[in-house]
């Protein structure tokens, strides 16, 4: 793998940066403590094109490889985790099922005007009582001539309180009843919000991510058109798997930026705050935390980069990136909890940004497949092998 980041890439990171820092990070304790969503935020990030990113130009989007997208991802979330999982569902849970799936009706419809930003898209795989284990799924789409009619529920949908579509997932074959083990089958749809029978319930209230909203969707008898099934019918199962290979690389990316945020904001505090009479930066247990912190996230970063490497050659990559997003989302609460530690009081004070990150960081571990989960596929890819 080459270290050597292109001079675009440069330019994309340094952008990241610049607007993060300017125009971000000073809002991000508000917009955390008021659960506020960033409208203003969502709104410049489609200005720079960062809600698109991986999407061809000829559909709207930026046209950039993956790896831009992890190094401007990290920058959005190190100044605001709730800014950087909006753009990451918006990029990877939808952006990219629905460049990959979609028909050409489709993108031209659907693709662009989200790939811009003019809309927003959300990704409707977890239900109350089915979230890894996607064959006990409840969601389901009957066939009705040339239409399709879904009945059930999904939850914690990030953007769904503001998103205009979704891509939804619902079986449309529970196999023979009969069998010792019924071969399920799902399907994928892509939906607009206001289609009748689809109602969001309330933003769900949550320990962190708290400008990020996510809601509870329903649909009671909702009726679309065989038009707006995504991929092949029945082919719903492999349509989420392949999204979510992608997906995990956007939330190890913004792990890193929570880690980063987190060691950056410790490594300042341990060289102002005195203890015994010199900075606390001068005494071996903190330097021995911040060398833990820095050499973690390194790691971390080198795990994620080689993932969006890999989706970058188009080659499969689903130990990688749940090897990335794995160690990338533990390594956040490690750090994060580290900080808080370095910080000492003031760490637990809401005033402050350590006890932001260390609530920020813990759902890493948990959406888009938690680290149980990650550590099953790994586990599978290192025993056929």
Same mark, same amino acid.
């Given at each position: 793998?080459?270290?050597?980041?292109?001079?675009?890439?440069?330019?994309?990171?340094?952008?990241?940066?610049?607007?993060?820092?300017?125009?971000?990070?000073?809002?991000?304790?508000?917009?955390?403590?008021?659960?506020?969503?960033?409208?203003?935020?969502?709104?410049?990030?489609?200005?720079?094109?960062?809600?698109?990113?991986?999407?061809?130009?000829?559909?709207?989007?930026?046209?950039?490889?993956?790896?831009?997208?992890?190094?401007?991802?990290?920058?959005?979330?190190?100044?605001?985790?709730?800014?950087?999982?909006?753009?990451?569902?918006?990029?990877?849970?939808?952006?990219?099922?629905?460049?990959?799936?979609?028909?050409?009706?489709?993108?031209?419809?659907?693709?662009?005007?989200?790939?811009?930003?003019?809309?927003?898209?959300?990704?409707?795989?977890?239900?109350?009582?089915?979230?890894?284990?996607?064959?006990?799924?409840?969601?389901?789409?009957?066939?009705?001539?040339?239409?399709?009619?879904?009945?059930?529920?999904?939850?914690?949908?990030?953007?769904?309180?503001?998103?205009?579509?979704?891509?939804?997932?619902?079986?449309?074959?529970?196999?023979?009843?009969?069998?010792?083990?019924?071969?399920?089958?799902?399907?994928?749809?892509?939906?607009?919000?206001?289609?009748?029978?689809?109602?969001?319930?309330?933003?769900?209230?949550? $320990?962190? &991510? *708290? /400008?990020?909203?996510?809601?509870?969707?329903? !649909?009671?008898?909702? %009726?679309?058109?065989?038009? =707006?099934?995504?991929?092949?019918?029945?082919?719903?199962?492999?349509?989420?798997?392949?999204?979510?290979?992608?997906?995990?690389?956007?939330?190890?990316?913004?792990?890193?930026?929570?880690?980063?945020?987190?060691?950056?904001?410790?490594?300042?505090?341990?060289?102002?705050?005195?203890?015994?009479?010199?900075?606390?930066?001068?005494?071996?247990?903190?330097?021995?935390?911040?060398?833990?912190?820095?050499?973690?996230?390194?790691?971390?970063?080198?795990?994620?980069?080689?993932?969006?490497?890999?989706?970058?050659?188009?080659?499969?990559?689903?130990?990688?990136?749940?090897?990335?997003?794995?160690?990338?989302?533990?390594?956040?609460?490690?750090?994060?909890?580290?900080? $808080?530690? &370095? *910080? /000492?009081?003031?760490?637990?004070?809401?005033? !402050?940004?350590?006890? %932001?990150?260390?609530?920020? =960081?813990?759902?890493?571990?948990?959406?888009?497949?938690?680290?149980?989960?990650?550590?099953?596929?790994?586990?599978?890819?290192?025993?056929?092998?």
């Amino acid at each position: 793998m080459n270290f050597e980041l292109t001079e675009e890439q440069k330019m994309i990171r340094d952008t990241a940066r610049d607007f993060a820092a300017r125009e971000i990070a000073p809002k991000a304790s508000e917009i955390d403590k008021a659960s506020r969503w960033p409208d203003e935020i969502v709104k410049r990030l489609a200005e720079l094109g960062f809600l698109g990113m991986m999407v061809p130009e000829e559909h709207g989007g930026g046209g950039l490889d993956a790896l831009s997208y992890v190094l401007a991802m990290e920058e959005i979330s190190a100044a605001c985790a709730s800014s950087g999982v909006i753009m990451s569902v918006n990029n990877s849970l939808f952006c990219d099922p629905v460049t990959k799936f979609g028909t050409p009706e489709q993108k031209a419809e659907v693709l662009g005007p989200v790939a811009r930003g003019e809309k927003l898209g959300c990704f409707g795989l977890t239900e109350p009582m089915s979230g890894s284990d996607a064959h006990t799924m409840l969601t389901f789409a009957e066939r009705q001539g040339d239409s399709w009619v879904i009945n059930g529920a999904k939850n914690w949908i990030t953007n769904g309180p503001q998103a205009d579509y979704i891509v939804l997932f619902a079986v449309t074959d529970r196999g023979d009843p009969n069998a010792a083990k019924p071969k399920v089958r799902h399907t994928a749809f892509l939906i607009p919000a206001g289609t009748p029978g689809f109602t969001k319930n309330a933003r769900d209230h949550k $320990l962190g &991510i *708290h /400008g990020a909203h996510s809601c509870t969707v329903f !649909f009671e008898n909702c %009726r679309v058109p065989h038009t =707006a099934v995504l991929g092949p019918v029945g082919d719903g199962f492999k349509v989420a798997m392949a999204t979510l290979d992608g997906g995990r690389i956007g939330i190890a990316a913004q792990a890193l930026g929570i880690a980063r945020a987190a060691l950056d904001v410790a490594t300042a505090y341990a060289q102002e705050r005195k203890s015994f009479g010199v900075p606390i930066a001068q005494h071996q247990a903190i330097q021995f935390m911040l060398a833990d912190m820095a050499t973690e996230l390194d790691a971390a970063r080198l795990l994620t980069w080689r993932a969006a490497s890999l989706k970058d050659k188009g080659v499969r990559h689903s130990m990688e990136s749940a090897q990335a997003k794995l160690y990338a989302s533990e390594v956040a609460t490690r750090v994060a909890h580290k900080s $808080l530690q &370095i *910080h /000492g009081g003031y760490g637990y004070s809401t005033e !402050f940004s350590p006890e %932001r990150h260390y609530r920020d =960081a813990r759902i890493t571990e948990i959406y888009e497949g938690t680290s149980e989960i990650q550590r099953i596929v790994i586990a599978a890819k290192v025993l056929a092998s």
